[in-house]
């Protein structure tokens, strides 16, 4: 249920921010509960309603993208438009870790959800070839020692099962 897992986020964001001190904070997508095209109220709504959730946390550095489920009532291009969010592939720093942020709701032919107004199938999903080549560069350009934490919408972790995993996490790892 949407509307619990908003007041959930509200207890959860109460709490950290009187008991937490951070460095960053990300959100990785799914702001909306994938509603019928036709009632875009509540998909903004949720946007809203989140984006007021996380107001407090406007004075640390802060980290927010699409997931697959956001598709559904917003194209690529609305999506970044309305809510100002960084396009991954990006980088930014918390503390002492770099944390690079990929985005893999694109289908194994590599376009972008939502380019052909298909339905999408949440299982087919992948870093593109210009996102693995950023973060060859951004490794690459490191300095020795240098710590990194990899976020994704989608699950990276291919210990987890399969039907959840980026199709090309192996390859992305190996990187």
């Not at 937490?20 to 904070?25: H, R, S, V, W």
Request: glycine fraction near 8%; charged fraction near 25%.
């Amino acid at each position: 249920n949407y509307t619990d897992g908003i007041l959930h986020a509200s207890q959860a964001l109460s709490y950290i921010n009187k008991q937490i001190t951070l460095d960053a904070f990300a959100v990785l997508g799914d702001y909306t509960d994938g509603y019928p095209v036709d009632n875009i109220d509540n998909a903004f709504g949720d946007c809203r309603k989140i984006n007021s959730l996380l107001s407090p946390m406007e004075a640390i550095p802060n980290m927010r993208m699409q997931g697959n489920h956001d598709f559904r009532n917003f194209g690529d291009d609305v999506f970044y438009r309305i809510t100002d969010f960084v396009r991954p592939p990006f980088v930014c720093r918390a503390g002492d870790v770099n944390l690079i942020f990929l985005d893999a709701n694109y289908k194994s032919d590599g376009t972008r959800y939502g380019a052909d107004g298909e339905r999408i199938d949440w299982k087919d999903t992948n870093i593109p070839s210009d996102q693995l080549d950023a973060l060859r560069d951004i490794l690459k350009g490191s300095p020795e020692g240098s710590r990194f934490w990899l976020l994704c919408h989608q699950c990276l972790d291919i210990g987890v099962e399969e039907r959840h995993i980026v199709n090309n996490a192996d390859e992305v790892l190996d990187i």
